[in-house]
């Protein structure tokens, strides 16, 4: 069956040091990848797409890497901030019309000041 | 700028009634529209989804339906709710051909 993993568990960082949440996928081709920030309460923000013939995508401290044999994408946040405390989702794409995405459960960072 | 709206925040329903939670976007035309529900300790799983007025598509099968009466606006409704109904309700849209989707802030639906 179709899995998108992500630790559940939360992560916890230090303020300051880089963040890396994993997600991992099984029996999926995906088109793209995309992560989103959920705070507590809110909507899901979009924050970064990565396509299926992409490597790593950057956005200001935000890195995403794609890696299709491996099926894994790694999110890292550079100089984390008590600010970046969030829950972070990783959604597969698999393209078509009304582009169809699959979320998976989220990782909770919280970064400690 | 688009926006979109989604009421009410809360919602707390006894067993058995009706439901209908709505969902408006503004600045922009022909959106497609989703509704997710989110769990506590689970993912979003998309609910309905639609790609213009009239057409609705299920994902699962459930106790809910939805509605779209005009172009930007999507509704949600049950007759009468079950206790599993619970949970965060998150509208969303996209437009036709892009993949980034724009969140609602939301309704948390407790079933009681």
């Known amino acids: 069956s179709q899995k998108i993993e992500q630790n559940s568990e939360a992560l916890n960082i230090q303020e300051g040091k880089t963040a890396t949440l994993t997600c991992n996928y099984t029996n999926y081709s995906p088109a793209y990848l995309q992560w989103y920030r959920q705070d507590p309460g809110r909507g899901p923000v979009f924050l970064l797409l990565?396509?299926?013939?992409?490597k790593e995508k950057r956005k200001e401290r935000l890195k995403v890497t794609f890696d299709t044999t491996l099926k894994q994408s790694l999110f890292h946040i550079t100089a984390s901030q008590p600010a970046d405390s969030a829950t972070y989702l990783c959604a597969l794409g698999l393209g078509g019309g009304y582009q169809k995405v699959t979320f998976g459960i989220g990782t909770k960072l919280q970064v400690i000041p | 700028s688009q926006t979109i709206h989604q009421w009410p925040a809360t919602l707390v329903q006894p067993v058995g009634s009706p439901l209908s939670l709505e969902c408006t976007v503004e600045?922009?035309?022909?959106?497609?529209l989703y509704w997710y529900r989110q769990a506590a300790g689970r993912g979003l799983q998309l609910l309905f989804y639609s790609v213009g007025i009239g057409q609705i598509s299920s994902e699962v099968p459930q106790n809910l339906s939805a509605s779209r009466p005009q172009d930007r606006q999507f509704i949600l409704s049950s007759k009468k709710l079950l206790l599993s109904d619970s949970g965060f309700y998150l509208c969303?849209?996209?437009?036709?051909?892009?993949?980034?989707?724009?969140f609602g802030s939301g309704t948390q639906l407790s079933v009681l």
């Open positions: 990565i396509r299926e013939n992409e």
């Open positions: 600045g922009t035309s022909n959106p497609n």
């Open positions: 969303a849209w996209n437009a036709g051909d892009r993949e980034k989707l724009f």
